[in-house]
């Protein structure tokens, strides 16, 4: 379960999606959001998987990556579900059994619901997936360089951001090891009581929090031997700069919240 974890990979690849500058893949996944919440209706969430499906087969990610990345919060999509089905009320009653009262209003809510949270992690999932870690600290740093203004650290943020997305990978796998480790001396996870199985994640906490220590403080001294003093004079390597690709994108991203926003209101 660990290893289906991909929040924080990175596939380098040479499609348009990859090359697309890191400010603008933000704005896109921002609005992509925005108008899965604003759909309505069936068209607006057909419209806008159909839009997913698109992006993905432009960026050339396998299938199986991003199903592999679902299924760590198949858990969650399956809680909404049933919390939806069960506690929404409506006119047309499906199925009725004592209190439980099962209607057509909330198994729709329920499949929308759904659709929309799956939609909203693939997304994010398209963004690290084609996004090094470095570009994406870039990017987020420009995009909020005018808050430096009011004496924000913007780029002390971007980098804590950039530095615990680039860990997720490498804390799963730690993780990983640390519970092979334990299996290995005779731990047993996976039977026995809630209590029995909480006071079994102990073993498994607490050598990932002392790892987690040790290499963020070998970071640290590795930053301090390299002179990082925060982003007070910093120069980029990379110069970001707007192509006419990241501007049509950007325009194909306006008119996809319109015309989610027209479906709403016609449909």
Known sequence: ??????????????????????????????????SLFIARGLFAYLFMFVILLTCITISKIKPKAILRGLRPVFIIILVTVFLNIFFIRGE????????????????????????????LIVSTFLLTYTTSPISLTNGLEKMLNPLKKIKLPVH???MMMSIALRF????????????????SRGAD????????????????????????????????????????????????????????????AL???AIVVTIVVLLGIYF
């Open 1 to 34: 379960m660990l290893k289906d974890i991909t929040l924080g990979q990175f596939f380098p690849g040479n499609t348009i999606v990859n090359k697309l500058d890191p400010r603008t893949k933000l704005v896109l996944m921002i609005a992509y959001i925005a």
């Open 92 to 119: 047309t009653i499906l199925f009725q059994f004592g209190f439980i009262v099962i209607t057509t209003e909330g198994v729709v809510t329920a499949a929308f619901m759904a659709s929309r949270l799956m939609m």
């Open 156 to 158: 002390e943020f971007a």
């Open 168 to 183: 997720i990978p490498t804390l799963i796998e730690e993780t990983d090891k640390i519970i092979s480790a334990q299996k």
């Open 189 to 248: 996870f996976e039977t026995g009581g809630l209590i029995k199985r909480a006071k079994s994640v102990l073993p498994i906490i607490v050598p990932l929090f002392i790892s987690a220590f040790r290499r963020a403080d070998e970071l640290a001294t590795a930053m301090e031997s390299r002179c990082y003093h925060g982003g007070e004079g910093r120069t980029s390597m990379k110069i970001l700069r707007f192509s006419a690709a990241d501007y049509i």
């Open 251 to 253: 325009l194909f991203g």
